[in-house]
């Protein structure tokens, strides 16, 4: 079992930047690689950033050039740095641990998530 907690979620104007961040705890062993997701009101739940332990991370192209993921290996902590930001932005932000065998990632460990709001 792996324990995601995030924080670093709030208001921002739009061109503004926020971090997100994500502490892991638990059997870390047991996955491979973290992603951020995100969900806007009545939006499915979409991948943001791929963060795989063995190789540089993967962006969606709507974040692509704006969100920069990142790991800190000591820590157990991953980073989603966000600039830029666009209303069409705003929506809960969740952490997640999961296996990355190939090309496909697969989900396992969410955390609660943190609400990200873009507005003037």
């Known amino acids: 079992q792996v324990h995601l907690v995030e924080s670093g979620g709030g208001l921002a104007q739009p061109g503004g930047s926020l971090r997100l961040s994500c502490v892991a705890s638990?059997?870390?062993?047991?996955?491979?690689?973290m992603a951020w997701y995100r969900q806007a009101p009545g939006n499915q739940r979409e991948m943001v950033a791929e963060?795989?332990?063995?190789?540089?991370?993967r962006y969606a192209e709507s974040v692509e050039g704006r969100f920069t993921a990142s790991r800190d290996i000591a820590k157990n902590t991953v980073y989603l740095h966000m600039t830029s930001l666009k209303s069409e932005d705003t929506a809960v932000y969740y952490c997640?641990?999961?296996?990355?065998?190939?090309?496909?990632?697969?989900?396992?460990?969410w955390g609660q998530g943190t609400q990200v709001t873009v507005s003037s």
């Open positions: 997640n641990a999961g296996l990355l065998p190939s090309y496909t990632y697969y989900p396992k460990y």
């Open positions: 638990g059997d870390i062993g047991s996955v491979n690689a």
């Open positions: 963060i795989p332990f063995v190789s540089s991370a």
